[in-house]
């Protein structure tokens, strides 16, 4: 039977009053709310069981209910991809070039940080202060090879400071302005270094002849190198300080030793520049004259004992005092005032017999030859007395130079001194 056949078939709900009392008990409702809620002394017996219970079924419930509106979800978002692919993926091409210039910024100034820490990393020892710069442009040739660095004199820098990168020495400062500096590699022709083999210490001159590895000449000893040696510069000359890595020792084909350089392990971009002139600056002078070095003295005092017997020697060991020398004085005399000296006497010769053999022809006279002029050393004041008192003898009388005659007037033939009378030796 329909509703409409029974007995309310003419039963009419006024609709203003039904929606007036479900108001009225609603308020009421929210009004016991509001009253009876206690959140903060809630506990889990004031949680009422029929307040859980229907917790329970509305969970699953709503669950349920929930499935097909994810499921109209993910069908719309499908067809809309569907549609839209085209305009999505030139959006998503768009971000994927961002991404990529992002990315190459990232592992460039990753990079850098990286060079950055090493060349902050670099010490020496003992400690010389340093300064960054960056190179600017490259001058490169068949044997010249040289750097620009954005550094000069602002920053301290002077010709011939060492320059290094994080791996090894690169070379050294040759010409420098204010804001700009020159840096000869050790590659060039130009340069010449001195190193030492770290093994053996051995010296040697590391010269640049245009290539990749330059060539080790005047090598101190013999077999004092070997393959795989480490070379390091010696500070001779006080050019480079001690002990900063060049690189390694090779053979090469022509048999002459050359060196792998450590600084050729990276790009010479960013440099570190060695403010050093000089060894006198590695040692502070007001280092040396403080404690515990100030009023060193190595020889310890004598003790009291040991005084006292060099004072009970010492008058034994005295000399005896003499009056000073005088000092003596030289002379030049002229020759008219040099006395005459006595020539050494001649043993006598005998006149032989006469002989009948034929006179011989006369000889020219022979002058004896002037006396030569003799520095005279003067005796002192005490003796010159003494020579003035007794004069020396006179000089004899030279004797003539003219060959002696017979009564008949022919002259007589000398004997030699040698020969005794009779011919016998």
């Known amino acids: 039977m329909a509703f409409r056949d029974g007995p309310f078939e003419n039963f009419k ?9 479900a108001v009225v008990i609603a308020g009421v409702a929210a009004v016991l709310l509001l009253l009876t809620d206690k959140r903060e002394s809630m506990t889990a017996n004031s949680y009422g069981g029929a307040r859980s219970s229907f917790d329970k079924v509305a969970a699953p419930v709503g669950g349920v209910l929930s499935a097909p509106v994810r499921w109209i979800g993910h069908a719309s978002d499908g067809i809309s991809g569907y549609f839209f692919a085209v305009s999505e993926n030139r959006r998503l091409k768009q971000q994927l070039e961002e991404m990529q210039a992002l990315r190459d910024a990232n592992i460039m100034l990753s990079n850098t940080n990286h060079r950055y820490e090493a060349l902050l990393g670099i010490r020496t020892e003992p400690a010389i202060r340093m300064t960054t710069a960056r190179a600017v442009s490259e001058s490169r040739g068949p ?3 040289a750097r620009l660095i954005d550094a000069g004199t ?10 290094v990168n994080e791996h090894g020495l690169v070379g050294r400062v040759v010409g420098v302005t204010t804001g700009v500096s020159r840096v000869l590699l050790l590659t060039d022709v130009a340069s010449r270094t001195p190193v030492l083999i770290d093994r053996s210490d051995a010296r040697a001159i590391l010269v640049g002849d245009g290539g990749s590895n330059p060539r080790l000449e005047f090598i101190r000893g013999q077999g004092s190198i070997k393959k795989g040696d480490r070379v390091l510069t010696s500070g001779d000359g006080g050019v480079f300080p001690r002990g900063l890595p060049v690189g390694v020792a090779v053979r090469s084909v022509d048999g002459t030793w050359r060196v792998k350089l450590f600084s050729d392990a ?7 520049i060695l403010l050093f002139q000089s060894f006198d600056q590695l040692v502070d002078p007001a280092a040396l004259d403080s404690a515990p070095l ?3 003295d190595t020889a310890p005092p004598p003790s009291p004992e040991l005084t006292a017997r060099i004072e009970a020697v010492a008058p034994a060991r005295r000399p005896l005092a003499s009056a000073p020398p005088q000092p003596s004085t030289v002379t030049m005399t002229t020759p008219a005032q040099r006395p005459a000296v006595a020539p050494p006497a001649r043993p006598v010769t005998t006149t032989p017999a006469p002989r009948p053999a034929a006179t011989p022809p006369a000889r020219p006279a022979t002058t004896t ?3 030569r002029p003799q520095t005279v050393v003067a005796a002192p004041p005490s003796t010159a007395a003494a020579r003035k008192a007794n004069p020396p003898p006179p000089a004899p009388k030279k004797k003539s130079s003219a060959p002696a005659r017979r ?8 004997v030699p001194y040698n020969r005794l009378p009779g011919g016998a030796r």
């Open 154 to 163: 602002r920053k301290g820098i002077r010709v011939g400071n060492p320059v």
């Open 294 to 296: 100030a009023g060193l």
């Open 13 to 21: 709900v006024p609709l203003v009053w039904t929606a007036a009392v």
């Open 369 to 371: 030859p002037a006396a």
């Open 407 to 414: 009564p008949d007037g022919t002259p007589t033939r000398p």
């Open 143 to 145: 044997f010249s090879n």
């Open 266 to 272: 990276g790009a010479i971009d960013f440099v570190r």
